[in-house]
């Protein structure tokens, strides 16, 4: 021991263990302390009772001897970060010639077993960067995969250990294999046995067995787990693919036959199962179901989930089916009978469907969101999200269109109620980047002289425009999904042919059809207004004449309101009547010939008076010009 070690001993200020220890960290030691963590012990001042430590954090560090002694590690010569701390450029051409080498040096420095990211903490930095040690870290595993030295575990979490003599890794994957008890532990172990097939030096000896294992797995899941039969047998093809001195044990146990077995819940099947197993299946529907395998392909897309749908076109398309699948595209565009899903996907995809992207689809579209929102999805599903967010969309709809068409959609647009009124004006304006000439219809504004005129506006009272809105509601969001499903329930009972039922449906459906379409337009066109601040010196809307017949000298009073406004009992007429029309910007003391029932009538205005303003506070609904304006900026 050294003789100042013993000095201290003998004079009680360390104990004889201490003073063991502190002989292993003498000047020039590399060491290891738990929160200060890798240093050097650059000297002893034991005068003082201290060594002192150079961290990477902190040079010259003091710490007193005895708690220097219960704390600091001393680290051997051939420890990682020793060697690290001395030749650097060493472990940096260790790391690029030999990585297995490397990390069994780092393991053996950290008790036999260390994690990835512990790896990666002595090695980034100084040895790689961390775009370097991602790279590089990659094609090590493969490496120590390979060399059957260490065992690699499937859990990134867990640690990476040096193998015991004599176990390769082709028998850790086997082991594995055999300890899997759940179905996607079990897929994993075997996937992992395909990808390092070659490591298998016996390849019939070792994992034929795996073949027999997997088949008689597959039989006996089908019925309770299908969808877990499916990769097995995929598994078992790419296995038999790879090592071609494999064979089955189940002759008639094929893909194509699991395929025809399962055609019923195929559907089901193919929604739990991975993209790339999916679409294995799929590809595999020609030789399973042979000419049948068009029309099933297509049932399938419409009853599939987003990912399948995208998956068939390419399939059919591949398959020279590409005219069938756009008449089946046309008609359910056309019978708005095309589901959410398939629609989201022809507008992402419709650089390949130019022909298809007309207003029909728009059609299609609003029809698939109006079932949306009496169900789950509302505004928050795919398709609704395509539509707002794809700010293209609607220019490609409509630029082979004519100006008409555009307009009677903005008009079906303003009255939809799927939109709230910031999106529905965000709309608006994109199909006025198309046609700049129909701005009016959200601005007010009237059109330039010489171009076209929009419908004639109906001047109506705010009561009366609330009927007609309550009514249009009521339609929209009760009588007509109503309808729907009536349609669905009497389709139900089959042979349409003789299903009164059905065609009462039909039938009631064309009629709130076209009573949507008629209020719709009349909607659109509507103008509110209370009858306030009337101009009395002549006969206008919102007022009330009081006229004098010449003949019979009997006068009679007739109140003047708007289009919607009539009731016969109490003489309330429409400006739009013949009366109405006859009496409009007339003046007191002019006379005026009227139709009665015994023919013309000749009657003087005898007085003009305001009619009593609507009641009926005006809604907020109406666009406001910043607003557009603020619309249209986008």
């Not at 003073?19 to 200060?36: I, M, N, V």
Request: charged content about 25%; hydrophobic content about 40%.
């Amino acid at each position: 021991m050294d003789t100042e070690l013993e000095k201290l001993v003998e004079a009680g200020k360390l104990s004889s263990r201490a003073a063991q220890q502190l002989e292993k960290l003498k000047p020039g030691t590399f060491c290891l302390h738990k929160s200060w963590g890798f240093g050097r012990i650059s000297e002893w001042n034991l005068l003082l009772n201290q060594i002192v430590i150079d961290f990477a954090g902190k040079k010259s560090h003091p710490m007193q001897a005895e708690y220097a002694a219960e704390n600091v590690t001393p680290l051997a010569p051939e420890h990682f970060l020793a060697r690290k701390a001395t030749d650097l450029a060493g472990i940096r051409n260790l790391a690029r010639e030999n990585p297995p080498a490397l990390i069994r040096n780092i393991l053996e420095s950290s008790d036999g077993k260390a994690t990835a990211q512990q790896i990666g903490e002595w090695l980034i930095g100084d040895v790689f960067t961390e775009t370097e040690w991602k790279r590089w870290w990659e094609s090590t595993k493969k490496a120590l995969k390979a060399s059957g030295v260490f065992s690699i575990p499937a859990k990134k979490n867990d640690p990476i250990q040096i193998r015991g003599e004599g176990v390769s890794h082709a028998d850790e994957l086997i082991e594995a294999f055999n300890k899997a008890r759940q179905p996607k532990q079990q897929v994993a172990a075997l996937e992992q046995i395909i990808k390092f097939c070659d490591q298998f030096k016996e390849p019939e000896k070792q994992l034929q067995p795996i073949i027999t294992t997997i088949e008689n797995m597959a039989v006996r899941n089908q019925k309770m787990h299908p969808e877990f039969a499916f990769e097995l047998i995929i598994a078992r093809d790419d296995l038999i693919g790879r090592v071609p001195s494999l064979h089955t044990t189940h002759i008639g146990l094929t893909l194509s036959k699991l395929i025809t077995e399962e055609d019923q819940r195929l559907i089901l099947v193919l929604a739990k199962l991975p993209a790339a197993k999916e679409k294995r299946i799929l590809q595999a529907l020609p030789a399973a179901l042979g000419s049948t395998w068009t029309e099933r392909g297509l049932n399938l897309m419409q009853q599939s989930h987003g990912r399948m749908v995208a998956q068939i076109p390419r399939i059919l398309s591949e398959a020279g089916k590409h005219d069938e699948l756009r008449t089946m595209l046309e008609r359910s565009i056309r019978e708005h009978s095309a589901t959410s899903e398939m629609l989201a996907w022809l507008c992402s995809d419709r650089q390949q469907w130019s022909e298809l992207v007309t207003q029909e689809l728009l059609g299609a579209i609003f029809a698939a969101l109006e079932r949306e929102q009496h169900g789950t999805a509302g505004r928050t599903g795919k398709l609704y999200r395509t539509l707002i967010e794809d700010r293209q969309l609607l220019g490609d709809i409509f630029r082979k269109s004519d100006v008409a068409t555009a307009r009677d959609w903005m008009r079906r647009l303003q009255l939809s109620h799927l939109f709230d009124e910031l999106t529905k004006r965000s709309l608006l304006a994109r199909l006025v980047k198309v046609y700049p000439e129909l701005e009016s219809m959200i601005t007010g504004a009237q059109p330039a002289s010489g171009g076209e005129q929009t419908a004639v506006s109906l001047i109506v009272s705010w009561s009366s425009l609330e009927r007609r809105k309550a009514e249009y509601e009521e339609l929209v969001k009760t009588k007509i999904p109503e309808n729907t499903k009536e349609i669905a329930l009497a389709r139900s009972y089959g042979d349409l042919s003789e299903n009164f039922e059905f065609k009462a449906a039909k039938q009631m459906q064309s009629v709130l059809m076209r009573r949507k379409t008629e209020l719709e337009q009349m909607l659109v066109n509507a103008r509110g207004t209370s009858f306030e601040n009337v101009d009395t010196s002549r006969v206008s809307i919102g007022t009330i004449v009081t006229l004098r017949n010449a003949e019979t000298n009997k006068e009679e009073t007739y109140t003047i309101l708007g289009a919607w406004d009539g009731d016969p009992e109490r003489n309330i007429i429409s400006y739009q009547t013949a009366i109405g029309q006859a009496l409009l910007g007339h003046e007191v003391g002019e006379t005026i010939s009227l139709n009665s029932e015994h023919g013309p009538a000749q009657c003087a205005i005898v007085s003009i008076q305001p009619a009593p303003p609507d009641q009926t506070a005006s809604p907020h609904t109406i666009p406001t010009e910043s607003a557009v304006e603020a619309a249209m900026a986008e």
